[in-house]
């Protein structure tokens, strides 16, 4: 199974952003599936997550600025990120626990795409 992020860049304070992941390889079904970043010298950080039946969360310091959505028919997962502060700057990753067609579940995790947010 591969992960691949897109949509990341440079973008000013205040501008939008929209990532996506997408899930390619032997799936049978994506279970939760979430964003995390990362920044040099700290701990990967859940940023939002969604269960397959569209429960939400986020990390406080997100709630109300992004939203975690996803098309089950694209094994798709999308952050759309409004009002982006320099502290959103990070590499994000996407993270999504799968069902194999072999019936083994595993969590897989994306390359990364870098979110720069600076005047």
């Known amino acids: 199974v591969q992960l691949v992020e897109s949509g990341g860049g440079l973008v000013q304070p205040g501008g939008s952003l929209r990532l996506s992941c997408v899930a390619s390889?032997?799936?049978?079904?994506?279970?939760?599936m979430g964003w995390y970043r990362q920044v040099p010298g700290k701990q990967r950080e859940l940023v939002a997550s969604i269960t397959r039946g569209g429960a939400t969360n986020y990390v406080d310091s997100v709630e109300g600025r992004f939203t975690i959505s996803r098309d089950d028919s694209k094994n798709t997962v999308y952050l759309q990120m409004n009002s982006l502060k320099p502290e959103d700057t990070a590499i994000y990753y996407c993270?999504?626990?799968?069902?194999?067609?072999?019936?083994?579940?595993?969590?897989?995790w994306g390359q990364g795409t870098q979110v720069t947010v600076s005047s």
């Open positions: 993270n999504a626990d799968v069902l194999l067609i072999t019936m083994s579940r595993t969590k897989y």
């Open positions: 390889g032997s799936i049978f079904i994506i279970n939760d």
